[in-house]
């Protein structure tokens, strides 16, 4: 069974930078998507950005491109959310997730991380 592990998140001023990593124990040939998704309390979990194994992205939401990037080290079964111009809507826990094939939807993904904890505050 994959397991993921996130690291990276903590406390961060608005506007700063913050970057993610998702670290997988495997990365066996049916799994070809990895994403990030997050949840803000009180709201519904929201799809940040997939990659597939070939190192194609998506970003999952109009208003994280150009401020987040998703990007992978296959040779380390590491995939990374590099968060930049933090707003304290990016309030969220992190969650990474790995699956059959890149999509926004969450049921898509058998493997979930714990997630890490982003706080975004002025």
């Known amino acids: 069974e994959v397991q993921l592990v996130e690291s990276g998140g903590g406390p961060v001023q608005v506007g700063g930078s913050l970057r993610l990593s998702c670290a997988a124990s495997e990365y066996p040939s049916n799994i070809n998507g990895m994403a990030w998704f997050r949840q803000a309390p009180g709201k519904e979990r929201e799809g940040v950005a997939g990659i597939n194994r070939g190192g194609k992205s998506t970003y999952f939401t109009d208003s994280m491109k150009g401020r987040f990037a998703i990007s992978q080290d296959s040779a380390q079964n590491t995939v990374y959310l590099r968060m930049d111009s933090l707003k304290p809507d990016d309030t969220a826990m992190y969650y990474c997730?790995?699956?059959?094939?890149?999509?926004?939807?969450?049921?898509?993904?058998?493997?979930w991380g714990p997630g890490t904890q982003v706080t975004v505050s002025s």
């Open positions: 997730a790995a699956g059959y094939f890149c999509s926004r939807s969450g049921p898509n993904y058998s493997y």
